[in-house]
């Protein structure tokens, strides 16, 4: 493969240095260009110059990279990176394809530490071993981790700066990649989370603080949310044996089996354990009539019921009876099997979706009346409000819903950059690479 | 035995019988047994669309089942473009093996999609991630087997200088013709699986309110791109010092890839990670 894709690095006109006649670049060390060895050894410096620092100051302080000091940080950045314009060498350096190979293999290794090591919070207290210490357990908050980054925005910055925008595929994928990475690394700490929960019916503006989470303190947001409605659907529920003993599905130690229970399974014989379970009846919306039997309703507060017929293969044994999975104050209602302790249970049932219907008011006065749903944020003022949780024990019964409002000024960048490079990866796939080898 | 269960016991048998076709010099056959398998498969996928009424990529099972009819069709493409029997029995085999896999360790089918799932992003997302893990897997056969075959013209090398230069050309010509194939399936490959993470990304940003997390699943496929970017500007490189190690990046790269896909779950990391299913 020719290396006429990215001629980074190609020291013909690109090279002035007055490097000495008849003796290559690889022969002689830091002479210009630079290649592999000389990059090995500038990011390990800087790799271990961040573990230094590591070890003197501790983890890297989350101010540092709040706004206004990484907005500074990004300006001195991008002036860095036009001042290379003028040290043409320097700036060859930085864009060139042995420093982005080494930067990148030493940023792999980190991701496998991370990816190997469990992590902690940032903000937890690192544990006093010397591993601890170096910040092998809060990576990206990590001052190694983070001079890399740094270096890697400076190297893929200087690559913007010297691709010609004609070739748009490697371009863009660069620009891209480089806007996504400037907006997560120095946007980070600018980023704003808070968690709100909110009763049917009621208003709520306080969020909950994750700082003082224990006292249980909150404090007071740029907006309110009423929630008018809280709506979930279920899938059909299922039924598994039971071991009342343990409470955990039988037999143990193995995923449940679970047989789905709806109108397609009405009548048909399915097998369970040792059992032949038949679906005699079927209600989606069920209430209790009398002595353990169950009728169709069309009022909220409905629970799923199915009658079912249970026989034991073994012993010949029929049982019969109304089985719910309960919700609301409604208990569950299983089938005893008498024999062996166990017992026929309806499983809860898993939600299909649930959606809340709210309105919400900004401190500047704006008013959105929408609903908000698993993976259908909504935005108000500079939040997205994403439903969260519900009162799991009372499942669609649920008298509040919890919110996640997030705050992020840098997300269109990084929106921009996936663009961006998304259009850089079709170019990819579409002309194999920027030029046929 | 259910009527899917038969299926994908259908598919394996003529997927491996089919490598074995390759294995034996009968191409043609082997050709048609790996089409045949690959139908089942196509043809399974759409039966559990219809029966389970939601697109079948939820649970590791399905997504295997993706990943062999999608390799097997980028093997049949690919024999079809550039007549690799090598290619074409690895595929195969591959492909067989997964399906075995599946027959082994029979899923319930479960109708439930949990809300997070129910997104526009979902199908796009595990097809571009099957798609590319399918192309990386037929480069990284190939580097392997370009690593094997330059080992032999080491000793093949001295011989040839007695050769007629015909033959010397035209092994040029073959072993040129195999960097192209690379060049091809793992710029293909890389850009299906960058799409991938950005379409993950973006999904992430609407589900769980923030596009990159740093989740045990999200590092692992941060480590396979970047496995790959390393691999991409080696070979686009003209000073690098060893082919060798270019192409060893490719073998590497897919062992993240498998961790990441595969693998994830039993790390000591997984308890922190929402992608274990």
Known sequence: ?437 | MTFSYGLGLLSAILWLSGALAVLAKRRSLGVYLTLAGTLVAGFLIAFLWVKLARPPLRSMGETRLWYGFLLALSGLGAYRRWAYGWLLFFVSLVAGVFAVINALRPELQSMALPPALNSVFFIPHVVMYMLSYSLLAAATIAAIYKLRRQGQEGIIALKTLKAPKDEVKEKAAKAKELETFIHHSVRAGLGLLTLGLISGAVWAKLAWGHYWSWDPKETWAFVTVTAYLVHLHLAANRRTPLPTLTLLTLPLGLLFLMITWLGVSYLPTAPASVHVY
């Not at chain 1, 994928?173 to 989370?193: E, F, K, N, T």
């Open chain 1, 1 to 437: 493969m020719g290396g006429s894709d990215f001629p980074l690095n190609s020291p013909e006109g690109a090279n002035p240095a007055p490097s000495a006649p008849n003796q290559s670049p690889s022969e002689r060390s830091w002479s210009w260009p630079w290649g592999y060895l000389e990059s090995l050894v500038i990011v390990a410096a800087v790799t271990i110059g961040g573990l230094i620092a590591q070890f003197l100051f501790g983890p890297r302080p989350t101010f540092l990279l709040s706004y206004p000091l990484n907005l500074i940080l990004a300006l001195i950045l991008i002036a860095f990176l036009f001042l290379t314009r003028i040290f043409k060498k320097v700036l060859y350096f930085l864009a060139s394809a042995p420093l982005a190979v080494v930067l990148m293999a030493f940023m792999a290794l980190w991701g496998l530490a991370m990816g190997l090591i469990p992590q902690l919070d940032p903000s937890a207290p690192a544990p006093e071993t010397i591993w601890g210490i170096l910040g092998f357990f809060q990576i990206t908050s990590s001052w190694a981790f983070s001079f890399l980054y740094l270096l890697v925005l400076v190297s893929l910055g200087a690559t913007v700066i010297r691709l010609s925008p004609k070739r748009i595929t490697v371009f863009f994928s660069h620009l891209g990649l480089w806007l996504v990475l400037l907006a997560a690394g120095l946007g980070a700490a600018d980023r704003q989370r808070e968690i709100m929960r909110v009763m049917e019916g009621s208003f709520e503006w306080r969020a909950l603080d994750e700082g003082k989470r224990a006292e249980g303190a909150y404090k007071d947001l740029d907006l309110a949310i009423r929630l008018d409605d809280f709506i979930m659907e279920e899938y059909p529920a299922r039924i598994a044996l039971f071991d009342p003993k343990t409470g955990r599905s039988w037999p143990e130690n193995k995923p449940p089996v679970l047989l789905q229970i709806d109108q397609a399974a009405l009548h048909k014989t399915q097998k369970l354990g040792d059992y032949a379970i038949k679906v005699l009846e079927y209600l989606p919306n069920a209430a209790p009539m009398g002595d353990n039997r169950f009728i169709r309703v069309m009022f909220q507060g409905s629970v799923q019921a199915a009658l079912v017929e249970a026989k034991n293969l073994k012993t010949g044994q029929t049982f019969q009876g109304w089985l719910t999975p309960g919700g609301g104050r409604l208990p569950p209602n299983p089938l005893i099997l008498e024999k062996d302790g166990l017992v026929l249970a309806m499983t809860r049932p898993e939600p299909r979706s649930f959606v809340s219907k709210v309105k919400i008011f900004t401190i500047e006065g704006q008013e959105v009346e929408s609903s908000v749903s698993v993976n259908h944020p909504l935005a108000a003022g500079d939040w997205l409000i994403y439903q969260r949780d519900y009162d799991a024990e009372a499942g669609a019964f649920s008298l509040w819903s919890g919110f996640e409002l997030i705050k992020d000024p840098w997300l269109n960048l990084a929106y921009a950059g996936f663009g961006l490079w998304a259009l850089g990866c079709v170019g990819l796939i579409v002309k194999g690479g920027p030029r046929k080898p």
